[in-house]
C-alpha cells in the first residue's frame, strides 16, 4: 500500500527540477535530493520509481562528465524478475532438502558404522554403563 501520491509526471518533472537546481550549483544530483524535493523517503523512489532514480543518476553522470554515458537494453522486466528469483529460490530449496537428507543418512551410517568398530575392535561403550 502506497503511502504516497505521486505519479510518473511529478517525478519527471522534480528529476528536471533537481538536475537544473545541481546545475546551478555546480554539484551532483542525487536521490536523496530528489526525495527532499518530493517529500518523500529514498527507499520509496528507488522501490516505487527505480527507472527515474536511475535517469537521474544517469543523466547527472553525463551532465557532470560531459560523456554520454551508454543505455543499456531493457531485456527483463520486473515481472519476469521475481518469476526468475522464484524459480532459483525453489530449485536451492529442493537442492537444500536433498543436501539435508544426505547428511541425514550420512549421520546414521557414520553411527552404524562407529557401533561396528567398536565392537569388532571390543571397545567397552561407557554411555551404556553410566545410564545403569
Avoid: C, W
Wanted: glycine letters at 6%.
Amino acid at each position: 500500500m502506497r503511502k504516497h501520491q505521486l505519479t510518473e509526471a511529478v517525478v519527471a518533472q522534480g528529476v528536471q527540477a533537481v538536475l537544473a537546481e545541481a546545475e546551478g550549483a555546480q554539484r551532483a544530483a542525487t536521490v536523496s535530493a530528489l526525495a527532499q524535493h518530493l517529500g518523500v523517503s529514498r527507499q520509496t523512489l528507488y522501490r516505487d520509481f527505480g527507472e527515474q532514480t536511475a535517469a537521474l543518476l544517469t543523466r547527472d553522470a553525463e551532465r557532470r562528465s560531459g560523456i554520454p554515458v551508454p543505455r543499456g537494453r531493457i531485456t527483463d522486466t520486473d515481472g519476469q524478475t521475481i518469476a526468475r528469483l522464484r524459480r532459483e529460490k525453489d530449485e536451492l530449496t529442493r537442492h537444500l532438502h536433498i543436501y539435508e537428507d544426505h547428511i541425514r543418512r550420512l549421520t546414521l551410517d557414520n553411527a552404524r558404522l562407529a557401533d561396528e568398530l567398536a565392537k569388532l575392535t571390543g571397545v567397552a561403550d561407557l554411555s551404556a554403563r553410566r545410564r545403569d
